[in-house]
């Protein structure tokens, strides 16, 4: 079960938590954030308590700040905040902005504090001319690969272009599981995020174009992932795998040898795989394949409501505060593979989540990304994973 974090802080500042509901929920983010909380709560020094309550979608995370049930208790924090959202998010009044507490010379953040923090992923949360959220972790849109059921196809080698990609797809949809199962090819639910990430994979242009306010499929890029889908479909190497997140949890069981998934989405696939007893052990994933390959990032954050008194939400702050440092950061990192935005968090990082020597720059630049994506990669297939040259 997809399950994001709503957070709901219970005291005021200088005052001893009073009762409040918590929800118990499954899934891999319970337990990082569940530490995270549990250390915030025991090392503060206001007596601030932090509960947990989950959504099983960030949909419905969001929905219930802009349709509450009477029943429920509104957080004062919210998860489930991107970029995208930041600003409507402010606009319909459903967050509050941060500018007060980041300038507060008290509860700010203190700039020696404020340099370890990607500065990139701050400013993405800018909206409405003050910041709307802040930044809790990167995600990279990868493509994940079963290696296994593509040798047993006769696909040895890694698929860089969008004719290899067809042809191994096309070459696993021919086979059948150990259980006699058919493969189903490559699935064809493609959010637009994925769509985009294969049209920059081959140099084409950015679907939606910031001047007119319009998306445009014109450019080349977009019209040979249009044409290779369209061949997929015709030969019969494609399929529709229903709704949101139903091809990851495909590939975990071991039907399908592609799917599109996210840095921060491992978990749930190694929970799946788990689930489903499928014994999938030799899979990886790799950038969009293309003349440019490409992994999209992804910024997500946590926001501020107006619920609650003034001192809650300040408390409300001091949390979302302690989220960037370093020790969250590496909780939340090594629990789901999210990058950290504090590069001081990469030297708390348990010394198995990676196989290279992390970067030195807070910056999320491309070639920063792509370390990330391919530790995260090697983490999971230790020396079996494919790597270019």
């Given at each position: 079960?997809?399950?994001?974090?709503?957070?709901?802080?219970?005291?005021?500042?200088?005052?001893?938590?009073?009762?409040?509901?918590?929800?118990?929920?499954?899934?891999?983010?319970?337990?990082?954030?569940?530490?995270?909380?549990?250390?915030?709560?025991?090392?503060?020094p206001h007596a601030i308590t932090v509960q947990l309550v989950g959504k099983s979608s960030s949909g419905r995370l969001l929905g219930a700040l802009a349709d509450p049930d009477p029943a429920d208790a509104l957080p004062n924090v919210v998860g489930g905040v991107f970029p995208s959202n930041a600003d409507n998010l402010l606009r319909d009044g459903l967050t509050l902005g941060l500018d007060p507490y980041l300038a507060h010379p008290q509860w700010g953040i203190a700039p020696a504090d404020r340099a370890a923090i990607d500065e990139g992923t701050v400013s993405a949360f800018r909206a409405l001319g003050q910041?709307?959220?802040?930044?809790?972790?990167?995600?990279?849109?990868?493509?994940?690969?079963?290696?296994?059921?593509?040798?047993?196809?006769?696909?040895?080698?890694?698929?860089?272009?969008?004719?290899?990609?067809?042809?191994?797809?096309?070459?696993?949809?021919?086979?059948?599981?150990?259980?006699?199962?058919?493969?189903?090819?490559?699935?064809?639910?493609?959010?637009?995020?994925?769509?985009?990430?294969?049209?920059?994979?081959?140099?084409?242009?950015?679907?939606?174009?910031?001047?007119?306010?319009?998306?445009?499929?014109?450019?080349?890029?977009?019209?040979?992932?249009?044409?290779?889908?369209?061949?997929?479909?015709?030969?019969?190497?494609?399929?529709?795998?229903?709704?949101?997140?139903?091809?990851?949890?495909?590939?975990?069981?071991?039907?399908?040898?592609?799917?599109?998934?996210?840095?921060?989405?491992?978990?749930?696939?190694?929970?799946?795989?788990?689930?489903?007893?499928?014994?999938?052990?030799?899979?990886?994933?790799?950038?969009?394949?293309?003349?440019?390959?490409?992994?999209?990032?992804?910024?997500?954050?946590?926001?501020?409501?107006?619920?609650?008194?003034?001192?809650?939400?300040?408390?409300?702050?001091?949390?979302?505060?302690?989220?960037?440092?370093?020790?969250?950061?590496?909780?939340?990192?090594?629990?789901?593979?999210?990058?950290?935005?504090?590069?001081?968090?990469?030297?708390?990082?348990?010394?198995?989540?990676?196989?290279?020597?992390?970067?030195?720059?807070?910056?999320?630049?491309?070639?920063?990304?792509?370390?990330?994506?391919?530790?995260?990669?090697?983490?999971?297939?230790?020396?079996?994973?494919?790597?270019?040259?």
């Open positions: 079960m997809r399950v994001l974090v709503l957070l709901m802080l219970c005291v005021g500042l200088a005052a001893r938590p009073t009762h409040a509901q918590s929800l118990e929920w499954d899934g891999p983010q319970l337990d990082a954030m569940r530490e995270v909380v549990r250390a915030f709560n025991q090392t503060n910041q709307g959220a802040w930044p809790l972790g990167l995600s990279l849109n990868v493509l994940a690969v079963n290696r296994a059921l593509l040798a047993q196809a006769g696909v040895t080698a890694q698929p860089d272009t969008l004719e290899a990609l067809v042809q191994a797809a096309c070459a696993a949809a021919s086979q059948t599981t150990p259980r006699g199962q058919a493969i189903r090819g490559f699935p064809l639910t493609l959010t637009l995020g994925d769509f985009e990430t294969l049209v920059a994979a081959q140099q084409g242009a950015p679907l939606y174009d910031v001047a007119s306010g319009q998306f445009g499929f014109a450019s080349e890029g977009s019209k040979q992932v249009l044409r290779a889908l369209a061949e997929l479909t015709a030969r019969d190497c494609a399929y529709d795998a229903g709704g949101q997140y139903d091809d990851s949890r495909d590939f975990a069981y071991g039907l399908t040898p592609f799917a599109f998934t996210s840095t921060a989405g491992l978990p749930f696939i190694e929970d799946d795989i788990l689930d489903s007893a499928s014994g999938l052990t030799d899979w990886t994933f790799m950038p969009a394949p293309g003349a440019l390959p490409t992994v999209t990032v992804y910024v997500r954050g946590v926001a501020l409501t107006p619920h609650g008194t003034p001192a809650q939400q300040l408390a409300a702050w001091l949390f979302i505060r302690h989220l960037t440092t370093p020790e969250a950061q590496a909780t939340w990192a090594a629990g789901l593979s999210y990058q950290p935005v504090n590069a001081q968090a990469y030297a708390l990082l348990p010394p198995d989540l990676l196989t290279a020597n992390p970067p030195t720059m807070p910056s999320p630049s491309c070639w920063r990304a792509m370390w990330w994506a391919m530790a995260m990669s090697n983490r999971r297939c230790s020396s079996r994973c494919w790597s270019r040259p």
